[in-house]
């Protein structure tokens, strides 16, 4: 994976009315000698590209190059008790990695890791790059890169953060040279929840069920924050995976799941739309098309399966 130095980690939260704390995204990139980029006036989509260069970008792969695949992006699930980096700490994060107490909310581990895999599967299905799950040894968060280490490229884990933020993500190398970059963390002070319906259909904020307390719904929380781990940053299109800050004019206020009609619903977002997945593929490019002669081996093969399913 293509990685260098940068001075501090850009950061992308959303909380308890799921992107409250979201406004100093750029401002964060930026400092840490990024630039957010608007793309085409058909779009809004935003990528943390190199002020030196626009032609590249935060990006996983072999080249940090627009455009170029993302390869296989590994991730894995930091054990519960595990610290963060003495001598590093990260603002407004403390304590130790508590996942299970995140995921008992959403139905237990099995029912997460199924809306974990929903959320990569969206994601690559729609650009040139894969996922595969790993085992995570422990090594604390945001800690150096070192060579015996056994983590994925993602890592998806749950502290105590400070503020009502549900999940914060952050963009991919080079991000600050830490292990930090491309983790997701969820806000283990916060509650989560499963929004009920279909993708598209509305469904309450504030439900009863949830003591009128903001719905943070889990697997659109991390799809979005996924998308971040990718290098996507905000978008200005509402009803968009990426929607959130942009600037003062855009503060996110916008975005569907903040209400902006005040009917107090927001619709089941959980899969990228027109705008996320033309910033995805503007990073990676689109998914790689099977070539015939592998079509017709496996539906052959598909043939001969089914011969001798008959035969028993």
């Not at 409250?20 to 590209?49: D, T």
């Not at 009917?263 to 027109?274: H, L, W």
Request: aromatic content about 10%; some cysteine; glycine content about 14%.
């Amino acid at each position: 994976m293509a990685r260098e130095m940068q001075e501090s980690p850009g950061r992308s939260t959303h909380g308890g009315a799921r992107c409250a704390q979201c406004g100093n995204v750029q401002g964060g990139l930026a400092a840490g000698g990024l630039l957010a980029m608007a793309m085409s006036p058909a779009f809004a989509f935003n990528v943390a590209s190199f002020w030196w260069d626009p032609t590249q970008a935060s990006k996983w792969g072999a080249s940090n190059e627009i455009g170029t695949a993302g390869g296989v992006v590994t991730w894995s699930l930091i054990p519960d008790g595990t610290g963060i980096q003495p001598d590093a700490p990260v603002d407004g994060m403390s304590g130790t990695s508590n996942l299970s107490s995140v995921f008992a909310q959403v139905g237990g581990e099995a029912a997460a890791l199924g809306m974990i895999e929903d959320a990569f599967d969206a994601w690559s299905s729609v650009a040139n790059l894969s996922f595969v799950r790993v085992t995570d040894d422990g090594t604390p968060f945001n800690a150096p890169y070192d060579a015996g280490q056994s983590i994925g490229h993602i890592r998806i884990g749950a502290y105590a953060i400070n503020g009502s933020s549900g999940a914060v993500g952050y963009v991919p190398p080079p991000n600050g040279g830490t292990t930090l970059e491309g983790d997701i963390i969820f806000n283990a002070s916060n509650t989560f929840g499963i929004a009920p319906g279909n993708e598209g259909d509305l469904y309450e904020l504030y439900p009863e069920s949830n003591g009128f307390f903001y719905l943070n719904d889990f697997q659109g929380l991390f799809t979005h924050e996924l998308g971040h781990a990718l290098g996507m940053l905000h978008s200005a299109v509402p009803t968009a995976m990426m929607c959130g800050y942009v600037d003062p004019a855009f503060d996110g206020s916008q975005c569907a799941y903040m209400d902006p009609d005040g009917d107090g619903k927001s619709i089941v977002n959980r899969v990228p739309d027109a705008d996320d997945v033309a910033g995805i593929q503007y990073l990676y490019g689109a998914p790689p098309v099977p070539e015939p002669g592998t079509c017709a081996l496996a539906i052959a093969g598909l043939g001969l399966l089914l011969a001798r399913m008959r035969r028993r």
